[in-house]
């Protein structure tokens, strides 16, 4: 049954990083509103989250680690021929090295921003050379910290810190946007990026009580993300109720970059 007051019936739309935290409500948000969900993670982690979730008639499962263009290539080819062309591709791909500035190499830096950026970019291209057809609709990852800096003192030990190269690959995500936004507009492919505040997954939540009220503390709503609030603004995003918007970056945060 359809429970979204945004048009996605029957779209073909890819969620890559599907079964992470974020893009689990992603894909159940949009299976439930009648789209026609891909869920495309490293491994066997997509077939295992649809497995359990009992999503295995309305989702299919793939695998890719974005990473590997060569990958990336196949992928395309194989989805294109067995599927169809996408209508839209959301990418809720990161890494980062939790390090403190002090110990982050050169190395690490490369490697981050190479799946932030680097391997984005080329499955964006690869997408959109997919889609070139019909149009369609892409959503980018940012953060908070692609706005604003995170402040140290909320990641005191035992948390882990949000290190330098996390927020430099997010920010980048941005400035994407707005630059493939615009070179893709005439072949109607819209660009946008969501930069979630603070969704600490359950297992954080239910680890780290302490660090939770220190987020809740700063939020100006005074309390963290739910990952269904993630799941509607990316709906909204790949809908048709969203058709004059491309190269904005909507910032889901409880007003976190605000103040
Ligand atoms: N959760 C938050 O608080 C928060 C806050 C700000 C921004 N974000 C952003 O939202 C997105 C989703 O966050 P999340 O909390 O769901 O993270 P997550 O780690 O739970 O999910 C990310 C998923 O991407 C997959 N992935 C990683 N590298 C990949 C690769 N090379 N190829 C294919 N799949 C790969 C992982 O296996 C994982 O399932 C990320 O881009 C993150 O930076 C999250």
Avoid at 7 to 35: C, E, M, P, T
Avoid at 152 to 157: G, I, K, T, V
Avoid at 233 to 239: G, K, Q
Wanted: overall charge negative; proline content about 5%; charged content about 20%.
């Amino acid at each position: 049954m359809s429970e979204s007051i945004f048009h996605l019936k029957d779209k073909h739309i890819w969620v890559i990083g599907g079964a992470g935290y974020l893009g689990q409500a992603i894909v159940q948000f949009l299976s439930r509103s009648g789209a026609r969900v891909l869920c495309v993670d490293l491994g066997n982690k997509a077939q295992e989250f649809i497995t359990t979730a009992n999503l295995g008639e309305k989702v299919v499962a793939a695998t890719l680690d974005i990473n590997d263009t060569g990958q990336i290539a196949q992928f395309i080819t194989e989805q294109e021929s067995s599927q169809g062309p996408p209508d839209g591709m959301v990418n809720l791909t990161f890494g980062s090295t939790t390090k403190r500035l002090e110990d982050l190499t050169d190395n690490d830096f490369d490697q981050v921003n190479h799946t932030a950026l680097t391997a984005t970019f080329i499955l964006s291209r690869e997408t959109a050379s997919a889609m070139k057809a019909g149009g369609g609709s892409i959503v980018l990852f940012s953060s908070m910290y692609g706005v604003v800096s995170p402040n140290d003192e909320l990641y005191a030990a035992p948390m882990q810190k949000n290190p330098l190269e996390y927020g430099v690959g997010k920010a980048g995500i941005i400035q994407m946007t707005k630059y493939l936004a615009v070179h893709w507009a005439k072949q109607k492919i819209r660009v946008n990026c969501i930069s979630p505040g603070p969704f600490p997954n359950p297992t954080v939540r239910q680890q780290h009580p302490d660090f939770i009220e220190r987020l809740e503390k700063k939020s100006p709503m005074g309390r963290i993300g739910l990952s269904e609030e993630i799941a509607g603004p990316v709906a909204f995003l790949l809908s048709d109720e969203a058709g004059y918007i491309t190269g904005h970056n909507l910032i889901v945060d409880g007003g976190w970059t605000v103040w």
